[in-house]
């Protein structure tokens, strides 16, 4: 069964510096990986998905993610944080095709940005 | 404009009373689904509907009901709730269950509370 691990539970950067977040994942098939970001007293957002497709993906609000099946993992990052920014970040896979019911969701990342 | 809303937002009950969250979208999707969100642990799908009068359960059925009598609503019934279903829930649709190529657009959120 596939699975995803978060390793950060609280990321902690100041606005205007690199943003990483980090996701391992375990799959016995070729996943779709997704992440989402989760703004207070909000519902999730997708933020950028991985089909199979260009290994490097690019998502909204200037995040990207490179999916490395030789580290099994599937990082978030950002040249240069902005407040607005400050979420919780859930990293999310699945096999078969990315269906749905098959999701595995992390246990999240905690951004905070400071000034 | 397209959304997901859940009601109540809040909700604080005692255990045994009965329950109904609510759950409805405009955007014609066939596939729903409802999630808890605990600290540490992610979102763990509860239950889901692949279309009118088709559910199935998710990872954590136990103690909930569901019903799809009509595309736009799907709500979620607690019975009989317990404190350990105190935690923060999630409606979610999407056109259909391919993840992969369908976003998946999440409510705000029910934060219940069961004393």
């Known amino acids: 069964a596939q699975s995803v691990t978060q390793l950060d539970s609280h990321v902690s950067v100041s606005e205007g510096t690199p943003v990483l977040l980090r996701c391992n994942y375990s799959?016995?098939?070729?996943?779709?990986l997704f992440w989402y970001v989760q703004h207070p007293n909000k519902g999730l957002q997708l933020l950028l998905k991985y089909t199979s497709a260009a290994t490097l993906v690019k998502g909204i609000n200037g995040f990207e993610a490179e999916f490395k099946k030789s580290e099994t993992s599937f990082h978030l990052t950002k040249p240069s944080a902005h407040m607005s920014d400050a979420a919780e970040y859930f990293c999310?896979?699945?096999?078969?095709?990315?269906?749905?019911?098959?999701?595995?969701f992390g246990a999240g990342t905690r951004l905070t940005v400071k000034p | 404009e397209a959304q997901v809303t859940q009601n109540p937002r809040y909700l604080i009950t005692v255990t045994g009373k009965k329950l109904t969250v609510t759950c409805s979208q405009n955007?014609?999707?066939?596939?729903m689904s409802w999630y808890r969100q605990d600290p540490g642990l992610g979102l763990r799908q509860i239950y889901y509907s692949m279309n009118v009068e088709v559910t199935d359960k998710g990872d954590v059925p136990e103690g909930y009901k569901v019903s799809r009598k009509e595309k736009r609503n799907f709500p979620l019934i607690l019975e009989s709730p317990s404190p350990n279903q105190t935690s923060l829930y999630f409606c979610?649709?999407?056109?259909?269950?391919?993840?992969?190529?369908?976003?998946?657009?999440f409510g705000p959120g029910t934060r219940l509370t069961v004393t």
């Open positions: 955007m014609n999707h066939e596939y």
């Open positions: 999310v896979v699945s096999e078969r095709g990315g269906n749905n019911n098959d999701m595995r």
């Open positions: 799959s016995s098939y070729s996943p779709s």
């Open positions: 979610a649709s999407s056109l259909s269950s391919a993840g992969g190529y369908y976003e998946q657009y």
